[in-house]
């Protein structure tokens, strides 16, 4: 089984300032992908970004880029430039493909962004 | 295109009833996930379904939760005898398939479930 540990319950950061979320996992796959997900209150959640374990090369879409790890079973997510918009939970989650890529998620990190 | 729709919204019920939440899958994606988030577990897988295959139901918590899929499409989630522990919110989402590009799942904006 996944297991997926997020130790920053809860991150402020300034509008137009970065700020990483860290996210670490457990896994005895080697074959497997791994999502950032947000949740605004509206409740839906929002992908962010995929990262796929074969890959070296580090995912980024425009403003927010991830740090993967993968000895270190380490997947953090940079937010460059924040924005009002991004205040939300995010949500890290490895997917098992062996397991009908069915997602195991952390706890998350509660994002606030501040004017 | 449509995302993915669940109904109801909210649901309030009184302990000892049963319950039925449906999500309507974007057109096309064969793979249907349930997922519930509550504050004591967090978010956990419950079923999910690719195609016309046996569907995962390695995470349904009891067996007063049951789940179909009619048509390759809707999807009805239901929790018979409902208990106070069952009060959450559930995620519904769909991906085009299992297949290695086609795992993107899209979610609904959940139904939350409230237990009296």
């Known amino acids: 089984a996944q297991t997926v540990t997020q130790s920053q319950p809860e991150m402020s950061v300034q509008e137009a300032e970065t700020v990483t979320l860290s996210c670490t996992y457990d896994?005895?796959?080697?074959?497997?992908?791994l999502f950032w997900y947000k949740q605004p209150p509206s409740r839906q959640m929002i992908l962010v970004i995929r990262?796929?374990?074969?890959?070296?090369q580090n995912a980024t879409e425009n403003r927010f880029s991830v740090n993967f790890q993968k000895a270190a079973k380490s997947f953090s997510l940079k937010i460059s430039d924040s924005q009002l918009g991004d205040t939300a939970m995010y949500f890290c989650?490895?997917?098992?493909?062996?397991?009908?890529?069915?997602?195991?998620f952390g706890g998350g990190t509660r994002v606030l962004v501040k004017p | 295109g449509a995302g993915v729709s669940q109904s109801p919204s909210n649901k309030v019920t009184e302990k000892g009833k049963d319950v039925e939440l449906r999500c309507d899958p974007i057109?096309?994606?064969?793979?249907l996930y349930w997922y519930r988030q509550s504050l004591g577990q967090g978010l956990e897988f419950l079923i999910y379904?690719?195609?016309?295959?046996?569907?995962?139901k390695s995470g349904l918590p009891s067996d007063r939760f049951s789940a179909e899929r009619t048509g390759g499409s809707v999807s009805t989630l239901t929790i018979q005898r409902t208990q106070q522990e069952d009060s959450a919110v559930y995620l519904c989402?769909?991906?085009?398939?299992?297949?290695?590009?086609?795992?993107?799942?899209?979610f609904g904006a959940g139904t939350r479930l409230s237990v009296l």
């Open positions: 989402a769909s991906s085009l398939g299992s297949g290695v590009a086609k795992n993107i799942q899209y």
């Open positions: 896994t005895s796959e080697n074959n497997y992908y």
């Open positions: 990262q796929e374990a074969y890959k070296q």
């Open positions: 989650a490895p997917s098992r493909v062996a397991a009908g890529n069915k997602l195991t």
């Open positions: 057109s096309g994606h064969t793979a």
């Open positions: 379904f690719q195609g016309n295959s046996a569907p995962d």
